[in-house]
C-alpha cells in the first residue's frame, strides 16, 4: 500500500507506551508545567507524582506497571503539557537513525505502519518539523 493510502504513524491509543521501559524521565520544565496544570506546587508535584531511579527523576511508575498519569480509557491526565518524550514518540531521535530500532518499535507500538520503510519514518519525522531532535 502506497504511503498516500497508509500513514505512517496513527496511534491506536493502546497505551502499550505508557507502561514500563524504565519509565519517563522528566526535566524541571516539565515538572513546572505538569504541577501547574494540576495546580501543585513543585514541591507537592514531586512529592505525589516523580521518583528517582538510576538515570533521574521519573514519572512515578504504578503499582500495574504504569505511568502514574495514565487512566481509564488510556488517556493521560496530563495530555496538554506531558513530557517531551511523549509527544515526541515515536519519532525519537534513536529510530530517526538506526532502522533496526524503528523496526523494533514496530513491534511494540501498533501505530506504526509495519511496512513503512525506515526512509518513510523519516521523512514523515521532517516533514512534521521534528528533524531538529535528530
Ligand atoms: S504504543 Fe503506539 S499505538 Fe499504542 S498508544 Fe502508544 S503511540 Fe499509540
Ligand atoms: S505522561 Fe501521559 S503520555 Fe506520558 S507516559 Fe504518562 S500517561 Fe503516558
Known amino acids: 500500500m502506497s504511503r498516500d493510502q497508509q500513514p505512517v504513524f496513527d496511534c491506536q491509543q493502546c497505551g502499550d507506551c505508557c507502561s514500563g521501559r524504565g519509565g519517563i524521565h522528566v526535566k524541571p520544565d516539565e515538572?513546572?508545567?505538569?504541577?501547574?496544570?494540576?495546580?501543585?506546587?513543585?514541591?507537592?508535584?514531586?512529592?505525589?507524582?516523580?521518583?528517582?531511579?538510576?538515570?533521574?527523576?521519573?514519572l512515578t511508575i504504578a503499582a500495574n506497571?504504569?505511568?502514574?498519569?495514565?487512566?481509564?480509557?488510556?488517556?493521560?491526565?496530563?495530555?496538554?503539557?506531558?513530557?517531551?518524550?511523549?509527544?515526541q514518540w515515536p519519532f525519537l531521535p534513536v529510530l530517526l537513525v538506526d532502522p533496526d530500532e524503528l523496526e523494533h518499535a514496530k513491534t511494540a507500538c501498533p501505530g506504526i505502519d509495519p511496512a513503512?520503510?525506515?526512509?518513510?519514518?523519516?521523512?514523515?519525522?521532517?516533514r512534521q518539523g521534528r528533524k531538529n531532535n535528530l
Open 116 to 126: 513503512c520503510s525506515h526512509e518513510d519514518f523519516v521523512a514523515e519525522a521532517m
Open 65 to 87: 506497571g504504569f505511568c502514574i498519569f495514565f487512566m481509564e480509557g488510556n488517556l493521560c491526565r496530563v495530555h496538554p503539557v506531558k513530557p517531551f518524550i511523549c509527544r
Open 31 to 58: 515538572v513546572e508545567a505538569m504541577a501547574a496544570l494540576l495546580k501543585l506546587s513543585v514541591e507537592d508535584f514531586c512529592r505525589a507524582y516523580v521518583e528517582a531511579s538510576a538515570l533521574g527523576p521519573r
